[in-house]
């Protein structure tokens, strides 16, 4: 059975290079995976000098089960530069959390995003 996955990427250090680099991992590995449109969004819960993120929503349906899958995209934000002690100063080169999994809400506090909201609406799921 296939799952389906709604996962929130983020950057705000080399953010633009991060985020075309992490949709061609993850396209490669889910071909059917479909990205909403980036958005600039203000740094929330962050240092004050925090820099803008660069934010945006994937859906795609994976043979994985949910625990491989969270452990492949930490492993992933750590290849592109996520160090969690940077976490404090506001660096943050990549973020991917899994917000829904088989129509269930894992991040609640997400879902009510302005770029997750545009974004389930631009790939039809609200």
Do not use: C
């Amino acid at each position: 059975m296939k799952n389906k996955a709604i996962i929130s990427i983020g950057s705000n250090e080399h953010r633009t290079a991060n985020v075309k680099e992490v949709m061609e991992i993850l396209t490669k590995h889910f071909p059917t995976i479909r990205f909403s449109t980036p958005q600039l969004t203000e740094p929330m819960d962050m240092p004050e000098d925090a820099k803008a993120f660069l934010n945006l929503i994937a859906l795609f349906e994976t043979d994985l089960d949910r625990e491989t899958l969270e452990a492949k995209l930490k492993k992933l934000e750590t290849k592109l530069g996520r160090d969690h002690d940077d976490d404090e100063e506001g660096i943050i080169p990549m973020d991917l959390d899994i917000i829904e999994w088989n129509d269930e809400v894992y991040k609640p506090q997400d879902m009510v995003r302005p770029y997750v909201v545009a974004g389930l609406e631009e790939l039809d799921e609200l």
